[in-house]
């Protein structure tokens, strides 16, 4: 499939002569009612959507919810943390007061979000049993594995479903009739503790995907697709199309021009400051330190990181977009930094808070999954390293980094990726009957760095 983001994004007639492209907005609206259609419809056990970061995977979610509680059928909706869980309850019960909710949570002391109190028709339980006869339950995986003798309710609905193990879709599958399965193929692969060789190429694999699984059981499933992000602007929605969904390519919902990332104060002439001048220009900026061999918490990379962000929060950014025409101030909950280890988000707090700067998330790709930032500071995976691995050439981890930003994102890095990645070619064992992932993190990578090398400034 020919990646058309770019077409699309600017709204020139397609290639077929068919006349303009439909705008972002009337585009999702149709993909959303199709989902719908096919969901409510009841004719397949299974309905698939597959979503770009950003793309409203909560909302529809949210919607498919409250159409399937009117039509009186019993929903149950799974998802993967208890973070998401409450998420989606808070929606819910925001969206709808007066849909009842049911909040199936752990017997622990703080089992969810007290936020979740400030809603009256939200009824939480340890027991399923308790919240028989509400029109919607929603709990983790985990916890619905354990459910006994309860159900089967006739619709479930299955969050962020890619990131979900087929052997934990498997131990809550007897507790539902069909099910919407919705999410990010482009995200990171579902986490096992094992190794999981002797399935590769076995259709129940319990290390795959639950999406995977579902699919090579069920190939005539209907397999949707959301084409619009809403979140990434632009500037990076073309790239990130590109180089982590080749085939299944998708546009952002703004154009250029509609959101500006500008500072109040003038910059010192530093390198940090002509990144983030860059940054606000052209939504990427490469700070880019001199190529060395460093331990996996490269002082002068932390060091830099750190800096970045202080100068971003000193010179006080704002952004316009279209919830705001207005210049809203980008404030440290409105910056996110991002790493591949828990040592390097450890080191960039500290360095943070020794720079007196607080109220910044600093966390790995795997914790910020499925959150949104105005700006994101992220520190390369291969920056510094020897060698490049599964684990740092993994797509999903750097698709993640790369797709938490509304209005921009700075990357910083060790020169010399490049000859890193050429010296070790991508050379995953080719196994029976497993797909080859493409993408390929080495791909990938070489994509991303590319579109980099245009916005780089010299450390």
Request: with cysteine.
């Amino acid at each position: 499939m020919t990646d058309a983001s770019s077409d699309a994004s600017s709204g020139n007639p397609d290639r077929t002569g068919a006349g303009p492209a439909p705008g972002p907005a009337a585009a999702a609206k149709a993909a959303t009612e199709a989902i719908l259609r096919d969901t409510l419809s009841g004719a397949h056990r299974g309905v698939v959507v597959d979503s770009p970061p950003g793309a409203g995977k909560t909302t529809l979610v949210v919607n498919a919810a409250r159409r399937l509680a009117a039509t009186g059928r019993p929903l149950m909706i799974v998802a993967q943390t208890n973070a998401q869980v409450d998420d989606l309850v808070d929606r819910l019960a925001g969206a709808d007061p007066e849909l009842p909710v049911g909040r199936l949570h752990s017997s622990e002391a703080q089992p969810y979000d007290p936020v979740l109190d400030r809603h009256p028709s939200v009824v939480k339980s340890a027991k399923a049993a308790e919240l028989a006869g509400l029109d919607v339950v929603v709990s983790t995986a985990a916890k619905w594995a354990h459910v006994k003798g309860a159900g089967p309710w006739e619709q479930a609905i299955v969050d962020e479903a890619y990131q979900m193990r087929s052997d934990a879709l498997l131990a809550v599958a007897g507790l539902f009739e069909r099910a919407l399965f919705v999410g990010d193929p482009g995200q990171l692969d579902p986490f096992s503790q094992v190794a999981a060789e002797q399935w590769a190429g076995l259709t129940y694999d319990p290390s795959a995907s639950a999406v995977t699984t579902l699919l090579a059981h069920n190939p005539g499933l209907p397999v949707h697709r959301l084409p619009v992000s809403w979140r990434l602007p632009a500037s990076a929605a073309p790239l990130v199309s590109r180089a982590f969904y080749p085939y299944t390519p998708f546009r952002s919902g703004t154009g250029p021009g509609e959101r500006r990332l500008e500072f109040t104060a003038a910059p010192d002439g530093s390198a940090v400051d002509r990144v983030l001048d860059e940054a606000a220009a052209a939504g990427w900026g490469l700070l880019e330190l001199p190529a060395r061999h460093t331990p996996r918490t490269d002082p002068e990379a932390v060091a830099a990181v750190a800096e970045v962000v202080r100068r971003l929060l000193e010179r006080g950014g704002t952004a316009v977009s279209e919830r705001s025409p207005e210049p809203v101030p980008v404030t440290a909950d409105r910056v996110a930094v991002g790493t591949a280890h828990r040592d390097q988000a450890a080191a960039v707090r500290t360095a943070l808070a020794g720079r007196g700067v607080t109220g910044v998330t600093v966390d790995t790709a795997n914790r910020l999954q499925g959150r949104e930032f105005d700006v994101t500071v992220v520190l390369h995976p291969l920056s510094g390293r020897p060698d490049a691995t599964a684990f740092h050439l993994e797509t999903g981890r750097l698709c993640v980094l790369a797709s938490r930003h509304r209005h921009a994102c700075v990357v910083v890095c060790r020169a010399g990726v490049a000859e890193l990645l050429d010296e070790y070619p991508s050379a995953e064992p080719v196994q029976l009957g497993v797909g080859v992932k493409f993408p390929d993190g080495w791909e990938a990578n070489h994509a991303v760095l590319a579109r980099l090398a245009e916005h780089t400034v010299p450390w």
